[in-house]
């Protein structure tokens, strides 16, 4: 039985042993101290609040050994139990300081819930935190990376974590199980192909953790489109096909481009999403419920069918119970 408790007592932190060897001490001496001298230490309490005031080098006087036997008793406090309280709020101030630098340097778990998992740093995983936690302060963002060397946005509420993102330890140490999205960037290190590959190894990584976690993943190939909706991908961003778009029209249109650019700068400060189609809605034509949403502040780009999506679609366009409104709406 006492060699259990002494290996409990071995496995504590350090500073949480400091701590309870300085109470023995101080107890001990306190009681001591009462048996030698009641009448200057009536009960066990004074006895103790001595102990730690004469401990601490704090000294208030207000109880003070008068024989032979208390003052050697007090001498040996001070020798001992004050090395022990140094040695403890220096453990404790050693331990706050590891555990500030675990977290700056990516290794500490995440114990948060019902948050955001970003995987890759670069550009646009700037940008993404940046407008998460500005258009949301209380959102919980854990960023995955393992070429960073620090938590590249310790002031935002962005938890880093050092590691390959395709590694299950790594995932569970961004609680990957209660993560209710994940975005995975392609690394912008690599070529397009092996970034592609990294991605649908990360997010099959994902997948066996987690299947219900949305999964929003960046493409570079077209190829591997279809791998990366076999592998589970819930949304799939190509965005070699919108760099290739404003390359190509830039050259018969330097106006288009810049509209267009300066639309999609416009819609950080709306919210495109979808909207269900009603039942009131149901049956009529896309015409006349752009105009009806309209007079809502509310613009009506089109309507998601299946897998097939309609922009401004030709009049008659009717909608049905299934359709999903493509509207941007102000905040």
């Known amino acids: 039985m006492s060699y259990n408790l002494f290996n409990l007592f071995v496995r504590l932190p350090l500073f949480l042993r400091v701590l309870i060897i300085a109470l023995i001490v101080i107890i001990s001496f306190g009681s001591f101290v009462h048996l030698l001298e009641p009448e200057q230490f009536p009960t066990i309490f004074e006895g103790v609040w001595w102990a730690i005031i004469t401990a601490s080098t704090v000294g208030y006087g207000d109880f003070v050994p008068k024989s032979m036997p208390g003052r050697l008793a ?12 140094a040695t403890y709020f220096a453990s404790l101030a050693t331990a706050a300081v590891t555990k500030q630098n675990a977290f700056l ?20 995983t700037r940008g993404i935190l940046h407008t998460l936690c500005t258009n949301n302060k209380s ?10 060397d620090k938590n590249p946005l310790p002031h935002m509420n962005v938890h880093f974590i050092r590691g390959r993102s395709n590694l299950d330890e790594v995932l569970i140490k961004a609680n ?70 404003v390359m190509i029209n830039s050259i018969s249109s330097q106006q288009l481009v810049s509209s267009f650019l300066d639309l999609l700068n416009q819609l950080d400060k709306r919210n495109l999403t979808f909207k269900p189609a009603v ?3 149901v049956n009529m ?24 999506t309609f922009l401004n679609p030709p009049h008659p366009f009717t909608i049905i119970q299934q359709d999903q409104l493509i509207v941007i709406m102000n905040d």
């Open 176 to 245: 990957i199980f209660d993560a209710v999205k994940v975005i995975i960037t392609a690394d912008p290190n690599k070529g397009e192909l092996q970034a592609d590959m990294g991605s649908i190894l990360t997010l099959l990584a994902v997948k066996g953790l987690n299947r219900e976690v949305q999964c929003i993943v960046e493409i570079l190939t077209s190829e591997q489109v279809a791998n990366a909706k076999r592998a589970g991908a819930d949304e799939i961003v190509q965005t070699n096909i919108l760099t290739s778009y």
């Open 105 to 124: 340097e990516g290794k500490a778990d995440f114990k948060g819930k019902n948050h955001i998992i970003v995987i890759g740093w670069n550009e646009r």
């Open 139 to 148: 959102i919980s963002i854990a960023l995955i990376d393992e070429s960073l």
């Open 74 to 85: 007090g001498m040996t406090l001070i020798l001992t139990g004050a090395g022990f309280l």
């Open 279 to 281: 039942p009131e809605v």
């Open 285 to 308: 034509t896309f015409m006349d419920l752009s105009h009806l949403l309209m007079k809502e502040g509310i613009l009506l780009l089109g309507v998601k069918r299946a897998e097939e």
